[in-house]
């Protein structure tokens, strides 16, 4: 729906609305004239994304396997490369030297109480033509798991959090010497190892569950989207929540010259080898185990009565890994800028895929590839980007956000000079469209999201996301999205895909979008992620491949070439206060915890409610949490908010009077750092390559995002002088941000006005 | 723990008190004096119960299948009768005449997509010497299934609860014609052929799911305690919801000359026929059903995908029984009271299992006959109990309650006249003490359960019940378990035991107890609910039985000899209150529900928030709710604490005076007439049967509680007027029962205030 349909409607709502004085209200960050010959491009430009060509770009990028030194993964790079040419950009790769590791023997087997070989492969599908390029796939394996060579009993841990083994604590069950079986959900896999072995396990094997990720679902593939039997889920369990990348060249680029550490000196390679499976193989073993039955939050899917151990049940664990330097090939495209070449507005999919990787990442790839050609067609009509729009096809994201760490790394003195947004995709579906990022850029998200239709219902985009947050959200969401809020909001971003190193660790404007949340299936990361599996079961039509064109390709053109940067402070401001208020809750709620624990140990509460056969360990007693002081945070969220409503004002004040004589240069240059000024110059604690204070992967969630993490994560561990300590550096970041806007408005103010 | 140390333990904790000052204070109801020769009995009393005595008589009545009309049932009736002679009791047999169908015919097999037998039989087990009783043992079917031959497509309905029907409107599916197939759980099983056969359905086949009741749960039974793979719930599928009982006699007992309905025409008979099946016999059947996938609330604990239907499974279901009038035998032993001999203090459990129904019933009758032992010892050595102590061994409850309501209903009159208490056990286990009942008996309940000690922890029973509610309650009920109020609180009575008739017919003050909580187990209506199962898995020491004869008899014994009956009406009043207030809550919730629903369809929501490709129903719009007038309710009850406030102070000033010239018979006459008075005279919409204003089990859930039930089915069916017109009987029988508590406090007062 166009915005006019949009306010015919309104009309015939009881608003009586003079149809010839409507005008669309200039884009953020332009005057009315500009606006209006940007909105005409924009137009123009979502009129050319094809899905048929979405298409057949998917079907040669995903014909083999594409992993991070493959021969095709190389090809592809070329080809990409030669596309973007042709299009009219400018192209090239950029090779890196890392370490990937690959199997070099790989054995699982019970040993007791029966013997039992896992079969540790996927079966080729007839049905499914890519499945039998046997020798060109990765077999089943976990990359940067360790060396190692283990047999032992077999203890299941659920899905592997610290929160588990709380529950394992609970019933006097060590994991100390053992193999754990972790089912994969619940975090990042990468956490289910890192858990394991600093309780003193020996090995971990993950495996994913029938009712998580398997039959009970639905049709197992080929016949329906989800996991077979014998499908595995590989995945990297390199410890990227310390930092991602090559392990050997953290915080620099892997050139072939970079210094780099020796193997053992790696923090990010797992200590113990780790293994994903399949629930084929997993069933036996866990159903050997003897011992106590799981509590029932930890039963899946499988046929058996699900026990903790250890047991009965012993594995054995062999695995050697070839630890080799590998080739990564980036691919770099440019369309350089009329106005203002050296400001970068970039965007980034990945390339590799785990085998053919289809969904993940390609079908995400192959709509940036289409914008990148659409663009290329409306340069050709006179169409200039004012800022240079940088396209990457990434290369090793899915053993640690290689390719991207490495290149940001390599240019990051250059991006922090130059970059005013990167916008990450990875993977696209039907549905909704989700976003996540730096919150002064959820404004132009939403207006982004009004322009484009949604292929399912003929509406905007937006307005199906309003519909989802109104039919999904709690009472306060639902009167947000009713208009109580201008925008919907959008999620902080945690890890996962490539952003990481743009927000984390240099601190760039960062967004990451997709659409999803319909259909669904369980082929992620197995041989059977294929182009066969997403043209039967995923975005059949391609429509939302080319509907995710749109969005980003608008958005990106739009930052392109918009006067002042299309940010919007007052929702940062809203949102980080919504974290200062969840880290008091989070400070009440455990105050009032260890309070209740302590207070039922004196009652004798717990030894009256214990069953003596099943027998539990009462909780430890706890020191009482103290009180914090959030003041300096709030003082600075107080300080922040009076500099975003100033800067409004200015930036309206001056878009109104056209821009005349603003430093235009001058003001874009401060804001493009509004993520920098953020950054904490030592990182966070345990982990110096993250440095944002409000955003970051928890350390023991890997994916999962921790906002103001420095104070949550200490808080998570009970220590509450870190957390004190960590709320004061918050602080200074925010302070920071406010001398920010106070400095670019005093640009816009043509003043120089003290804060 | 006994009272004297559980004092010198509080002056250890700080408190200092003078021991020798220290007096027991006076049970309620009692004089100081008459209170403490009844502790010395109660004491006396509590010694007496022997565990090895419990297990032996368990060992002899389970020993050969005893249900309704097996012969050795007869020889049970027979055998309890002269054991409670030989304690010294008088016992009498009586015998009615009831209605109890049993299979003729039994075939079930799915005839399409392919064929399958199923088995229907549970094996017997070489470890369970009465397994193998095939000749006596009942088949597996549900009692008071229809007759019906039908071949039809099956439809899964999870539950088959109402709710659940609401999710196959969302999909557009219909169980019209179909025979569906509903798991055991989420409500009484009888709702789930009721609802079916009022959706259309033509069979109904119940299966037990190992998630809920099989190896998810832990190792199935000879192995462990939980239900093997062709283990059946038995059951019966009577509409007791409308009445209990024979279903030709309805509101009279079913004696030899009873007038009797024709079979046709009673409505408590199934219309559709109803089998039980085991998980092995279901998972063929549910595996062949096609259509869309289950919901994941859905989702069961066999290795298949749960799907709807109808689609390719078609099944034959062909069932016929014998209707036959059969014998039933209701023991009824008697202890004379030696004041108040037409004062009865009443306590049954019933002695008929569906099979041979070790744990379910008898391991609560072996209680009681232990009960009844003690108190003839005590007999011999001179105690005598003031009002008439009434023991019952209840015949046929399996299949409707039969016994006790044919007892209650052939008894009425004189037990409306002299019955002050019925207490209802049905089994018993590990665990903590579960009490439910009139809410005037709470004290009564807390009183004793503080006397008794719990085997498992050496403290009191009630300690150990603070402690389950501290451990597992939420803030309200924490704070009230602390000491924010005096007594723990009791739950309403549903249905499901035979207390059914006592309180919900003829309004008997009425009480519910059991322990249970520790342990678990998949036998409950099998063959394997059997010694050797319960001797094996469930209260193995029988410390649990001796525990309940110690809490029960203790119960019945200081009720049978209170000079004033130990009523306390304030809790009754506070759980009223709340009653009220959860009603006020339900409309406001249904309000904002369909206003919340109405807007969304006006929004468009619905539609936008749809995935094509899984498409649902909108919902329904419906009239939005008016408000609800409950100032009568909330007038009466205000009335009605004004007159427990007055009655207590009567009360308590009588006893210190220490009753003189009080007219107790008249008092007590009243108060016995507590639930009577809240009785409504034409009972509860569309059952008249069911009569009380404040308790009734549920239309659509079947043993769970609906309290002040004639307004809350109405708000659950949207019927406001109805809820209106309901809410102002409510009230007016709470006002009656103002009036009796005022008319009580006139005799104590020896005056005659108006209200």
Redesign the interface.
């Known amino acids: 729906m166009n915005r006019s349909i949009r306010y015919a409607a309104l009309s015939f709502a009881g608003v009586v609305l003079m149809a010839a004085t409507i005008e669309d209200p200039p884009l953020r960050g332009y005057t009315a004239e500009s606006s209006k010959a940007q909105r005409e491009w924009e137009g123009k430009f979502r009129a050319i994304p094809e899905p048929s060509r979405i298409r057949e770009s998917l079907r040669i990028l995903s014909a083999r396997p594409n992993h991070l030194g493959s021969p095709y993964q190389k090809e592809n790079a070329t080809r990409v490369r030669d596309w973007f040419r042709s299009y009219g950009w400018q192209a090239e790769i950029e090779e890196y030297s890392v370490l990937f590791p690959t199997p070099k023997e790989r054995v699982l087997e019970m040993v007791a109480p029966t013997k039992f070989v896992a079969r540790i492969d996927e079966p080729v599908l007839k049905e499914d033509a890519t499945s039998g390029q046997k020798t060109e796939q990765l077999p089943t394996y976990n990359s940067y798991s360790g060396d190692g060579d283990v047999t032992a009993p077999l203890v299941y841990v659920n899905y592997g959090t610290p929160a588990d083994y709380d529950e394992l604590d609970k019933r006097g069950i060590s994991v100390r010497g053992a193999i754990v079986i972790a089912r994969y959900g619940g975090s990042w896999r990468g956490i289910k190892p890192k858990v394991a072995y600093e309780h003193g396990a020996v090995g971990c094997l993950i495996y994913s569950d029938?009712?998580d990720d398997g039959?009970?679902?639905?049709?197992v593939y080929p016949v329906g989207p989800w996991r077979p039997k014998d499908g595995v889920q590989r995945g990297s369990v390199m410890d990227m929540p310390v930092y991602p990348g090559d392990p050997l060249t953290p915080g620099v680029g892997a050139t072939a010259d970079a210094k780099r550490l020796d193997i053992k000196d790696a923090v990010t390679i797992m200590k113990i080898p780790v293994m994903p499976i399949s629930y084929a193989d997993a069933q036996p073993m866990l159903a050997a185990i003897t011992g106590v039955?799981a509590p029932e939050a930890w039963?899946g899917?499988?046929?058996?009565?699900?026990r903790i151990g250890p047991g009965a049940a012993r594995v054995h664990l062999k695995l050697a890994f070839n630890w080799k330097q590998t080739p990564l090939y980036d691919v770099i495209a440019k369309l350089p800028g009329s106005t203002w070449p050296d400001e970068w507005v970039m965007r980034g999919n990945h390339m590799d895929g785990w085998v053919n990787g289809a969904a993940d990442p390609l079908s995400g790839l192959v709509a940036e590839l289409e914008e990148a050609r659409a663009m290329g067609e409306l340069y050709k009509q006179g169409w200039r980007p004012k800022r240079t729009i940088v396209y990457m096809a990434w290369d090793g994201e899915e053993h640690g956000l290689i390719g991207s760490t490495e290149w940001a790394e390599h240019h990051g003195d250059e991006l922090q000079k130059k970059a005013v947004m990167y916008l990450n995709t990875d993977g696209n579906g039907?549905?909704f469209l989700n976003a996540e990022g730096s919150h002064y850029l959820e404004n132009l998200v939403n207006a982004v999201a009004r322009d484009v239709t949604d292929p399912?219902?003929g509406?905007s985009v937006w307005?199906?996301w309003q519909?989802?947050v109104?039919?999904r959200g709690d009472a306060k969401a639902k009167g947000e999205a009713?208009g109580g809020r201008a925008d919907l909001r959008i999620a902080a971003l945690g890890s996962g895909s490539d952003y990481t190193p743009f927000i984390q660790h240099l601190g760039i404007p960062t967004l990451n979008l997709g659409f999803g949340g319909?259909?669904g299936g369980g082929v992620y990361h197995s041989i059977y992620d294929s182009f066969n599996w997403y043209t039967k079961f995923a975005d059949t039509t391609f429509t939302y491949g080319r509907a995710l064109a749109q969005t980003v390709g608008t958005l990106i053109m739009r930052t392109a070439n918009a006067e002042v940067l299309p940010y919007q402070f007052d929702q940062l401001v809203e949102t980080a206060r919504g974290y200062s208020a969840e880290l008091k809750a989070l400070r009440d709620g455990e105050a009032a915890k260890i309070a209740e624990t302590n207070r039922?140990l004196d009652?004798?509460?717990?030894?009256?409610?214990m069953?003596?056969?099943?027998p539990l360990q009462p909780p430890k007693r706890e020191a009482l949490v103290p009180n914090i002081d959030f003041s300096k945070v709030d003082n600075a969220l107080d300080s922040l908010a009076r500099a975003s409503q100033r800067y409004e004002r200015a930036q309206m004040t001056a878009i109104a009077a056209n821009l005349a004589s603003i430093a235009l240069g001058q003001v874009n240059g401060l804001l493009k750092t509004a993520d920098q000024e953020m950054l904490l110059a030592d990182g966070l604690p345990k982990r110096p390559w993250f440095k944002h204070s409000l955003y970051a992967p928890g350390l023991y969630t890997g994916y999962g995002v921790k906002t103001m993490p420095g104070a949550r994560e200490a808080m998570d561990n009970h220590d509450w002088a870190m957390a004190s300590t960590q709320l004061t550096r918050i602080a200074g970041a925010l302070d920071k941000e406010a001398a920010l806007l106070h400095k670019a408005a005093n640009v816009l103010e043509k003043k120089n006005v003290v804060p």
Chains 1, 2 share one sequence.
């Open positions: 029938p009712k039959y009970l679902q639905g049709d039955v039963r899917g499988l046929p058996i009565t699900y039907r549905g399912e219902t509406g307005k199906r519909a989802a109104i039919s009713r319909e259909g039922q009652e004798g509460v717990i030894a009256a409610t069953d003596p056969w099943n």
